[in-house]
């Protein structure tokens, strides 16, 4: 009887402790909401970290500290500047972030105009896992849908790029929902058919 009860003793010790490393139930991707409009929830989004990296090491910074953080207030700015005016329907925003518009004058210098913005915008609220084809813009043109590196592209800019640890990249906003929308932040300013690679 001893050794049955030490039997029974160790198979309640064990389910007990192997119940508490399972989940309790699936959750799937949760969304972020906001009760704002698409133009304020662009303007008043964190974006991803930027960290200190090799040179914080000379102020005193680990490299994996958060140095600050690469928002969108260029895109809010060029919104309004622009009149494309997001406010007559839904839509799923691709956002470029400030160092994306930075990259953009620096490298490609081509003006960013109303029709470059409506490039990043597409009818309809879409969440990550719907942005896997191709997707018509508010602009008129297509944006290019392939699978590279596994992660999903929407011409030459990853949608929903999460970190490969700190230090190495960043988690970028997805799925972030405002009255009428949903945004995506992308490293990349999309400009009407300069996408011609393959899928």
Avoid: C
């Avoid at 090799?54 to 005193?60: D, Q």
């Amino acid at each position: 009887t001893h050794i049955i009860k030490m039997k029974l003793f160790l198979s309640a010790a064990f389910i007990a402790s192997a119940s508490a490393f399972a989940p309790t139930t699936f959750t799937g991707r949760t969304s972020v909401a906001r009760d704002a409009s698409i133009a304020d929830t662009i303007a008043s989004l964190q974006g991803p970290e930027i960290f200190w990296g090799s040179e914080g090491v000379l102020v005193g910074k680990d490299e994996a500290d958060i140095k600050g953080y690469d928002n969108f207030s260029k895109l809010a700015a060029a919104l309004e500047s622009n009149g494309v005016d997001l406010s007559s329907g839904d839509y799923t925003i691709l956002a470029p972030s400030d160092s994306a518009f930075e990259k953009h004058e620096n490298e490609v210098g081509t003006p960013i105009d109303g029709d470059v913005l409506k490039y990043h915008v597409i009818p309809g609220k879409k969440t990550l896992d719907m942005l896997t084809s191709d997707q018509e813009t508010l602009q008129g043109g297509t944006l290019t849908s392939y699978r590279k590196f596994r992660k999903n592209w929407l011409d030459f800019a990853i949608v929903g790029l999460k970190s490969e640890g700190p230090s190495k990249s960043s988690n970028w906003p997805a799925d972030v929902e405002a009255d009428n929308g949903i945004i995506h932040g992308i490293d990349t300013v999309l400009v009407p058919g300069a996408y011609t690679g393959s899928r």
